[in-house]
């Protein structure tokens, strides 16, 4: 690995910090470097606050040694006014003299133009260190405004006789499949991911709350399937610790392309991720129109001999962990 592509892993490294909480903007990682030596990092702060390249100048003691330096970033500097100023003019204002940037920001606002002002002001720009690591960093960013869709994730637990949930239940509550572990980092995942859908029959059967409770974190926006309008407001996901949205026969037609639709609806709301966690039904909607990006598979150390069956999915696993008892296993859409 050369000094670019070490300092780009780098970048890439800090910018999970920014996890959950820049968007809709990218979280991008920045690091500046004089002599062979880092002297600045940042990562994205939250959406309106600093950017990547604003935190890692600003942490510059000595800020003369910039006028030597070399930046490196994970996705082109914005050359556009949003929240804040561009970076690329903040570069060009310390006279920064060299930028390497893992990979171009296609969205239609920046899409090479902070690379062109860059060059116009004389910086020596380097483009595609460790590009496609950059690109699935950038996943979500790059889904939202390319594919006009929130970077889908599917979810579920299902036993080890391949059911998700039992026929029927005593109480309206989760019948566990993992164990606590497993459960603890679904509500971390839920902290990193804008949004959560689910169907009617999982918040009638079950009454959750899809919440990170059990995870330091931002809840995610609810999103609830209600095709009839059948749940009342006594339901917990319609309590005050998120925001919940209902999409029901008024705003989609249930006929035909269900997922596409969905999605639709959350591109229109600027969500530029969501977990699918519903039941059988509503991931296989998902599955069958082929809308995902990731499917995340618990399996339980347990049977149910009889009950709903887990969603039809015929992938190859890209790769599978043990979470003590339970397996994991990662999928991915190319």
Not at 190 to 218: C, K, M
Not at 273 to 284: A, D, M, R, V, Y
Request: charge should be positive; hydrophobic fraction near 35%; charged fraction near 25%.
């Amino acid at each position: 690995m050369n000094n670019h592509e070490t300092y780009i892993k780098r970048c890439l490294e800090i910018a999970e910090n920014g996890l959950g909480t820049t968007r809709p903007n990218p979280m991008v990682g920045s690091v500046i470097i004089h002599n062979n030596s880092i002297i600045g990092e940042g990562y994205t702060s939250k959406y309106g606050e600093n950017h990547a390249e604003v935190n890692a100048i600003n942490s510059v003691s000595d800020k003369s040694l910039l006028k030597e330096a070399t930046l490196y970033v994970t996705l082109e500097p914005c050359s556009h006014f949003g929240k804040t100023p561009p970076c690329s003019d903040l570069i060009i204002k310390h006279q920064i003299p060299n930028v390497v940037v893992g990979c171009i920001d296609d969205n239609v606002k920046v899409a090479g133009k902070g690379i062109e002002k860059l060059k116009n002001a004389g910086c020596n720009v380097i483009v595609g260190v460790l590009e496609n690591k950059c690109k699935s960093h950038h996943k979500r960013f790059f889904t939202f405004h390319n594919k006009k869709r929130p970077y889908i994730i599917l979810k579920w637990a299902e036993t080890l006789d391949g059911f998700i949930a039992p026929e029927t239940k005593d109480e309206q509550k989760p019948v566990w499949i993992t164990n606590e572990c497993s459960r603890q980092l679904v509500h971390k995942w839920r902290t990193e991911e804008q949004a959560i859908l689910v169907g009617t029959n999982t918040v009638l059967n079950d009454n959750p709350s899809l919440t990170s409770r059990s995870w330091i974190g931002q809840n995610p926006i609810r999103v609830v399937i209600d095709k009839d309008n059948k749940l009342s407001k006594g339901y917990t996901v319609f309590n005050n610790e998120a925001e919940t949205i209902i999409i029901n026969k008024n705003i989609i037609d249930f006929s035909t392309h269900i997922a596409k639709q969905i999605c639709g609806v959350l591109f229109q709301k600027s969500i530029n991720s969501i977990i699918i966690e519903g039941g059988t039904k509503t991931l296989q909607t998902f599955i069958d129109e082929n809308l995902w990006d990731e499917a995340r598979v618990f399996t339980g150390n347990n049977s149910f001999n009889t009950g709903i069956k887990a969603p039809k999915f015929n992938r190859v696993a890209l790769s599978e962990e043990k979470i003590k008892t339970d397996t994991l296993k990662f999928y991915k859409n190319d």
